[in-house]
């Protein structure tokens, strides 16, 4: 717990550096970057994030969009008129049919239009994506930082991962391990 809180500690100043909210010195990759902790530290880190979007917008003076992944996806449900009839279709004709007819809404790509249509890069100094063990396995991280690349490469964004990012490779909750994703950086080893 001791080098969680550490770690947590550290965010603020990293977060607010010039070349972070530049997007400089990354060899010319894009601003993105993973603060990955234990899954069981998921409760701490929530009341991190909440102390750290009071303490940006105030005494840093920015602005941050905080988009929680879990509910971005019931949010989209709920606007294609499936998330209350998901429960009596896992009901009726049980989980199978149900992932089989949410799949297609919930594609990555539909999630990357929706992710835009709420954050405009030009309206915010940077991005925290939370809400991603909830989301699993509807929305995978990976594959959504791969297809948000192509809109949301001007301002930095940080991933809260419950699990571990060794720089190549997720593993969600410490043990499932997703296709291989390069491009990010660990905010704070």
């Given at each position: 717990?001791a080098?969680?809180?550490?770690r947590?500690?550290?965010?603020y100043d990293?977060?607010?550096a ?21 899954p ?20 840093a ?25 998901s ?5 009726d004709k049980?989980l ?5 007819a949410i799949?297609?809404p919930?594609k ?17 100094d ?6 991603v ?13 791969n297809?948000?690349?192509?809109v949301?490469?001007e301002i930095?964004?940080?991933l ?30």
């Amino acid at each position: 717990m001791a080098e969680l809180t550490e770690r947590l500690n550290k965010i603020y100043d990293c977060i607010t550096a010039e070349n972070f909210l530049r997007c400089e010195s990354l060899c010319n990759e894009i601003g993105y970057y993973i603060f990955d902790y234990m899954p069981e530290n998921e409760l701490e880190v929530r009341d991190h994030i909440i102390a750290l979007k009071k303490q940006l917008a105030g005494q840093a003076q920015l602005k941050v969009a905080d988009i929680n992944l879990f509910e971005l996806l019931i949010d989209h449900l709920k606007s294609r008129d499936l998330f209350e009839k998901s429960f009596q279709m896992e009901t009726d004709k049980g989980l199978g049919h149900l992932w089989k007819a949410i799949k297609a809404p919930l594609k990555t790509e539909n999630l990357v239009k929706i992710f835009q249509e709420k954050v405009n890069p030009n309206d915010y100094d940077m991005v925290f994506i939370t809400g991603v063990g909830n989301a699993w396995p509807l929305a995978r991280a990976h594959s959504l930082l791969n297809n948000l690349q192509s809109v949301m490469s001007e301002i930095p964004l940080v991933l809260f991962y419950p699990g571990c990012y060794d720089g190549q490779h997720f593993r969600l909750f410490g043990k499932l391990r997703s296709n291989p994703y390069y491009r990010a950086f660990r905010l704070v080893p």
